[in-house]
């Protein structure tokens, strides 16, 4: 009977894949005529299809003339739509042409699953009407989106808190920064809000409710040392960033010394993330292997989703000295029967001018045993050699889940002067 289940569960299997790829067959036969139109057409040049028409009700205009003048397409897969519906979270890969420069891989993003965007639609829709479905245009104009506009001199914490990760907190001095950098504007560099169009306020601000990914790329730049991918411009409900590279999860078996690498750069992401010069912690809320990828060519680790990204003004929290705002904050280690979950207080993240959660949640979804993703377990880390398993495994698993008060902080520095030591001189 113990022999005959194994084989019995490879029919099971072998049948299953058969049948799929029977179906898949069948899909692209139903499916042959729009296949050759898919392959002709470049649909980056329709202004439904990348919701150009919803604008202002959109996340910017600057890259416009390159999507209407057909500088921007989709690699071959990526137009296929009958795909779309495993590619969950709407994101594809393109190709973009500069006629002295050449074409280059870029990463287009519309910033949310297909019924995150309908709610988005439905959302204010509501808020302008009271009902689900209206004219959106018109309905941008009668939202908080709108009523900001005119001679609002600054966009003031009071006004936007909470809406999003972004500014679950927000000081007047990390607002000034967003209004400043925001790229969807030909007049950017001022950080009065009244300087900029109406329409570019509205599209803005629904940026921040929505989805603050590309104000956090604008914000906090890759050209100034920020380990974030860069940020493009935007074509109504399509952002387009830089390609960096393959996922981190493409190196999760690769040599050890790649990955004690990698390892390292992780860590020095947490730490300069966590405390830099500027005074803003900006807290990663969001970690897993998907959310990194890795340069092809200078092995370089970059946040390639920074969607759910905090920032705390450390300047802001030791003006106003909140109760126990000089304390460093513990994150609590929990286990959990997810992929990448976390245990974290937002408002102590906002309250603290010292915190471990970057270190916490590196160490926890990444690099220790802990760390779970797509069925594996035991972190990038895994399987050390023997001569660096215990001093390795016991640093990780104080980082992970500390022993003593405070411990993680101190796990995190040898972590990082540990693995420094094992890449080599040359990393």
Not at 54 to 81: D, H, I, Y
Not at 148 to 156: A, I, K, S, Y
Not at 343 to 371: E, G, M, P
Request: aromatic share 10%; proline share 4%; hydrophobic share 40%.
């Amino acid at each position: 009977m113990l022999r005959f289940l194994p084989l019995k569960l490879g029919r099971v299997y072998r049948c299953a894949k058969l049948l799929l790829v029977l179906g898949l067959s069948v899909v692209v036969l139903m499916n042959t005529h729009s296949l050759f139109a898919s392959f002709q057409k470049n649909e980056l040049t329709d202004r439904r299809f990348i919701n150009l028409n919803k604008c202002p009700a959109c996340f910017g205009t600057s890259w416009c003339r390159k999507f209407m003048n057909g500088q921007v397409s989709f690699e071959a897969w990526g137009r296929l739509r009958f795909l779309d519906v495993f590619n969950v979270k709407n994101v594809f890969f393109a190709q973009y042409g500069e006629p002295r420069e050449g074409t280059r891989r870029i990463v287009l993003k519309r910033l949310g699953s297909s019924q995150e965007l309908a709610d988005i639609d439905q959302k204010i829709c509501k808020r302008a009407t009271g009902r689900p479905r209206c004219d959106l245009i018109q309905a941008m104009y009668k939202t908080e989106f709108a009523r900001l506009n005119g001679e609002v001199r600054l966009l003031t914490p009071e006004v936007v808190e909470g809406w999003s990760d972004l500014v679950h907190c927000p000081s007047q001095r990390l607002l000034d920064r967003v209004v400043r950098r925001y790229a969807e504007t030909k007049d950017s560099g001022s950080f009065l809000l009244k300087n900029l169009k109406d329409t570019e306020r509205m599209q803005l601000l629904m940026t921040l409710a929505f989805n603050p990914e590309p104000l956090v790329l604008q914000s906090f730049p890759s050209d100034e040392g920020w380990p974030f991918a860069k940020y493009l411009g935007a074509c109504g409900r399509m952002v387009a960033v830089n390609y960096v590279g393959e996922e981190l999860w493409s190196f999760y078996n690769a040599a050890w010394e790649t990955r004690v690498d990698l390892a390292r750069q992780l860590m020095d992401i947490a730490e300069q993330l966590t405390n830099n010069d500027f005074d803003f912690a900006l807290y990663l809320l969001d970690v897993s292997f998907d959310n990194f990828a890795v340069g092809p060519r200078d092995g370089k680790v970059i946040v390639v989703d920074a969607e759910n990204v905090l920032v705390a003004d450390k300047r802001l929290i030791r003006q106003n000295k909140p109760e126990n705002y000089d304390v460093m904050y513990e994150s609590k280690f929990e286990e959990c029967d997810k992929e990448a979950c976390l245990s974290f207080s937002k408002d102590a993240l906002c309250s603290r001018v010292t915190a471990d959660h970057n270190y916490y949640a590196i160490c926890q979804n990444l690099l220790s045993r802990y760390a779970t993703w797509r069925g594996s377990t035991g972190g990038l880390l895994h399987d050390p050699p023997p001569q660096v398993a215990g001093q390795l495994e016991a640093l990780l698993d104080e980082c992970a889940n500390p022993k003593k008060r405070y411990g993680r902080f101190q796990a995190a520095k040898e972590l990082r002067e540990y693995l420094t030591q094992l890449a080599g001189p040359n990393r």
